[in-house]
């Protein structure tokens, strides 16, 4: 029989990975990757405040992430660097905030492994509730900000002339990855949470012919991934995050493999007589 | 031809004194036009002369940092930008391509597609497209919306002469079929679609403007052109009444040398050189607005 705690990380993870299949498609068609990147690891000073000011753990790293994301918006428009150089100060120095604001805290006792790389014994139930209330949340707002955010995506002037508002569609996604960065950082781990946004999205292209069905796909991939990770984590007892990435990244590894590419190809092989 | 301007249809958009500006420089300055329903306005200009960042800023995607433009309450916009690259990861289709930015009837999206000729590729991923293709696909998908204004940011661009041709008769089919006004960005500085009703040729400001001239009468250019290429093409002869030098200065025909060219700026011909060869009562609205200048550089004096 499986345990509690596991089930528990099974349906939190789930929950994580759909939410994130329809977010992550967005990442990679907005070549967001390291910007989401920047954001997750801001979380790491979302969990250092949180601990600082006892505030909610959740809560604290949707705002910090929220807040480094407008940063970047405005340094962005300054215009003085390019955005790269922007996310990499941004993105290392939240992180190492984080770090020396932890380290200053000696009376806390602080497991940094399990924020790092997700720790799949830590899911409460509770926790269980916010993932899938948040998830509802978020999949009902990538529903509804669905046109703004594909046609912006596609060209922001397009949207912007036939009256799309593509930037507030681009507010409302940030905060979005904010949301999905403070609820998936438990199970995942800071470090990783871009990988289950990009991987599942990146393996549903391949099998995919319009963004609505790569959504899809990229969040039952997710939940595959999701789940064959965490069976491997309790199996060989290893971090919950790494192990859910590895198995994202094999079936990442099996959509490159040439299986039913070619149908054209395929239906010429059997036309009678073809075989010798 | 049909005459859709009256005097009674209020202007789909209407620039006036319209300047944008970036990092303290002035991209573009002192833009007077206006879009009727039915009225085609070509914008031509060298490279960087600001006309993609008008055609922009007449359908608000820019704000003016100097003075206004106008938009009929509820203008509907078609438009096709200049650039458009599509990341290969994203899965898309000419088809879902057509409803981008609004929902369409699958009867919509079939008629549009065909009246651009590129019915055949609905099921194509639009990666996989040609320059010209891609063009197509992007017209139709302005079109297919029934925009009250069609902006077309070099829309023959990648497309060879006789494609140009066809989607310049095409453009004319869709004013004459549904009314719309159009604004089209050409790439060539003197040939221009033969059914513009005003060209506007900027260089930071409005060089000049005027009615281009039919080629079809003449027998060189039905040589040089072909018979059907010379119906649809005209061509638009500059009349400045200044020079912009190499470094950014402009030479004005009163011999004097100014930084900057701007209609206030004082150093330029009253309308009758500065804009077209047609009278008062020729209805395209630019002379009064004219008058404006020339009040507002006296005002300025």
């Known amino acids: 029989m499986l345990d509690d705690f596991f089930v528990r990380a099974l349906i939190a993870g789930v929950g994580i990975a759909v939410m994130a299949g329809p977010l992550g498609c967005f990442v990679i068609w907005r070549r967001m990757a390291y910007f989401g990147d920047t954001m997750a690891h801001s979380a790491l000073l979302g969990v250092a405040l949180s601990l600082l000011l006892e505030l909610n753990l959740m809560l604290s790293v949707f705002i910090v992430a929220a807040v480094v994301s407008v940063l970047l918006l405005f340094l962005q428009r300054r215009g003085a660097l390019s955005t790269d150089a922007l996310l990499g100060i941004l993105s290392h120095s939240a992180l190492s905030f984080g770090l020396v604001i932890v380290a200053f805290m000696t009376w806390v006792r602080i497991d940094l492994v399990g924020f790092l790389f997700g720790d799949i014994l830590a899911v409460t139930e509770s926790d269980i509730d916010i993932i899938w209330g948040g998830g509802i949340l978020v999949v009902f707002a990538i529903v509804y900000l669905w046109r703004p955010l594909l046609a912006s995506t596609v060209n922001p002037e397009l949207a912007e002339a036939e009256g799309l508002q593509p930037e507030r569609a681009r507010l409302f996604f940030m905060l979005l990855m904010a949301l999905v960065i403070a609820i998936a950082m438990k199970i995942v781990g800071i470090l990783l949470i871009t990988s289950l946004l990009i991987i599942p999205a990146a393996t549903a292209r391949r099998f995919s012919t319009s963004p609505e069905v790569m959504a899809v796909l990229a969040s039952v991939i997710g939940a595959l991934a999701v789940t064959g990770g965490l069976f491997g984590s309790l199996h060989w007892d290893t971090p919950s995050g790494p192990s859910i990435v590895v198995a994202a990244v094999g079936l990442f590894a099996l959509s490159l493999l040439p299986i039913g590419r070619r149908p054209i190809e395929a239906a010429h092989h059997s036309t009678p007589g073809g075989h010798h | ?301």
């Open chain 2, 1 to 301: 031809m049909l005459n859709f301007r009256s005097p009674e249809t209020l202007p789909l958009v209407n620039l006036s004194n319209a300047g944008v500006s970036r990092n303290g420089r002035w991209l573009v300055r002192g833009v007077e036009f206006s879009i009727s329903p039915g009225e085609i306005v070509t914008l031509i200009g060298p490279n960087g002369s600001g006309k993609s960042t008008t055609a922009k800023t007449a359908i608000g995607v820019l704000k003016p940092d100097e003075g206004y433009v106008e938009r009929k309450p509820g203008l509907k916009v078609g438009y096709v930008p200049q650039k458009l690259a599509v990341d290969w990861t994203l899965p898309l289709t000419v088809e879902r391509l057509m409803t981008l930015t609004g929902p369409l009837r699958g009867r919509e999206i079939e008629e549009a597609l065909a009246a651009t000729g590129v019915l055949h590729l609905a099921k194509s991923e639009v990666q996989h497209l040609s320059g010209g293709e891609f063009q197509r696909a992007l017209l139709a998908r302005a079109i297919a919306r029934k925009p009250d204004l069609l902006v077309l940011d070099e829309p023959v661009q990648g497309v060879d002469f006789s494609g140009e041709i066809a989607l310049y008769e095409l453009i004319k089919q869709i004013r004459n079929r549904t009314g719309c006004g159009i604004l089209l960005i050409s790439h060539d500085l003197h040939i221009v679609m033969a059914e513009t009703d005003t060209v506007v040729c900027l260089n930071g400001h409005v060089c000049c403007r005027g009615t281009p001239q039919a080629v079809s009468q003449s027998p060189e250019y039905q040589r040089l052109f072909g018979r059907r290429a010379a119906n649809t093409l005209a061509v638009y002869s500059h009349h400045h009444d200044h020079t912009h030098l190499p470094d950014g200065r402009v030479l004005h025909a009163d011999g004097s040398i100014t930084e900057h060219c701007f209609p206030g700026d004082g150093h330029h011909h009253d309308d009758q050189q500065n804009v077209h060869d047609h009278g008062e009562d020729c209805g395209c609205g630019h002379h009064t607005r004219l008058h404006g200048y020339e009040q507002k550089e006296k005002r300025d004096a």
